[in-house]
T-cell receptor
Framework: DTGVSQDPRHKITKRGQNVTFRCDPI?????LYWYRQTLGQGPEFLTY????????KSRLLSDRFSAERPKGSFSTLEIQRTEQGDSAMYLC????????????FGEGSRLTVL | QKEVEQNSGPLSVPEGAIASLNCTYS??????FFWYRQYSGKSPELIMS????GDKEDGRFTAQLNKASQYVSLLIRDSQPSDSATYLC????????????FGTGTRLTIIP
């Protein structure tokens, strides 16, 4: 299966620690998105890459959050100095059609900050 | 006012009946509309997209769009227990950004 894969699937960390999530999109997709979802809410947009260029960032993405897609393939999302409010499911999605909104989501990386 | 509003439910529908899910949006420049299905503990998956006023049918699913009323709906005919999930409405502006704005979702339960 060549769907979107995310790693790790679960991460438990203590407040103040740094965490990094990785996303491997569908191979022919050049558009990659990060969303965050908390219980009972819909996904919230964080950032978007077209190839290696980060083209959009949400106001939700504070300076503790950084995302990269160095070679236009996989992407990483790093959260520095984690806070309990960062606990959420971090969803990666990819797309092959500009402007389509037809996203293919990975299974997500669940973060729990103690 | 939330950008995309949905009734959170739960919405219970007998098996074989029609399930009707509704969504309203606030941004008049929204141009593209999507319904995603999310099973408990899983990630969202796209089931329908609609871009023009009117109805769009795909198997047992029909999406309806009324841009004047800023309203989009999803009908599921002949509901099956496997349709039990949370249905997320998402909207997108075509004007220079790739951001999808999701509603909070409606939890649908099909009763056998």
């Amino acid at each position: 299966d060549t769907g979107v894969s995310q790693d790790p699937r679960h991460k438990i960390t203590k407040r103040g620690q740094n965490v990094t999530f990785r996303c491997d999109p569908i191979s022919e997709h050049n558009r990659l998105y990060w969303y965050r979802q908390t219980l009972g809410q819909g996904p919230e947009f964080l950032t978007y890459f077209q190839n290696e260029a980060q083209l959009e960032k949400s106001r939700l993405l504070s300076d503790r959050f950084s995302a990269e897609r160095p070679k236009g393939s996989f992407s990483t999302l790093e959260i520095q100095r984690t806070e309990q409010g960062d606990s959420a499911m971090y969803l990666c999605a990819s797309s092959h059609r500009l402007g389509s909104g037809e996203l293919f989501f990975g299974e997500g990386s669940r973060l729990t900050v103690l | 006012q939330k950008e995309v509003e949905q009734n959170s439910g739960p919405l219970s529908v007998p098996e074989g009946a029609i399930a009707s899910l509704n969504c309203t949006y606030s941004d008049r420049v929204s141009q593209s509309f999507f319904w995603y299905r999310q099973y408990s503990g899983k990630s969202p998956e796209l089931i329908m997209s609609i871009y023009s006023n009117g109805d769009k049918e795909d198997g047992r699913f029909t999406a309806q769009l009324n841009k004047a009323s800023q309203y989009v709906s999803l009908l599921i005919r002949d509901s099956q227990p496997s349709d039990s999930a949370t249905y997320l409405c998402a909207v997108k502006s075509n004007f220079g950004n790739e951001k999808l704005t999701f509603g909070t979702g409606t939890r649908l339960t099909i009763i056998p």
